[in-house]
């Protein structure tokens, strides 16, 4: 009888120990995914914020804005919402994917580029 006493607390305390590694080896795992995700997030954010300048450069230069903007991490489209005059009002977004960012810029384009508004969607 004692060694079967011995042999169930042995299977019992087994088994504990194989859920408390399972359950750390879960918490890991998500760990690293949550990591991956805020990296690409981040990645991306630094992205569009790259693009969103180089749109107040290529209009404050030129006037204009392309369609497309290069950086060399990764490439944004533009949307422009309206133009009037000097006012614009465009949208920059990311790389598309699970991580795609989009800023909406409001300014005004005098003698100094003003702008009115800059929010991230």
């Keep these: 009888m004692k060694g079967f006493a011995a042999l169930i ?9 194989m859920v408390a590694g399972m359950m750390v080896t879960l918490t890991s795992i998500n760990e690293g995914q949550m990591s ?3 990296s690409r997030n981040n990645g991306n954010l630094s992205i569009l914020d790259s693009c969103s300048e ?9 006037n204009t804005l392309p369609a497309i903007i290069a950086t060399p991490n990764g490439n944004c489209t533009t949307t422009v919402n309206s133009h009037v005059g000097t006012s614009w009002d465009f ?13 909406r810029l ?5 003698s100094n580029l003003n702008i009115a508004s800059w929010q991230d969607q």
């Design 9 to 17: 607390s042995v299977i019992i305390i087994g088994a504990v120990m």
């Design 36 to 38: 991956l995700s805020t």
């Design 54 to 62: 180089d749109s107040l450069l290529f209009i404050n230069e030129n």
């Design 91 to 103: 949208t920059v977004t990311s790389p598309a994917g699970d991580y795609q960012r989009a800023s």
């Design 106 to 110: 409001i300014i005004n384009r005098g």
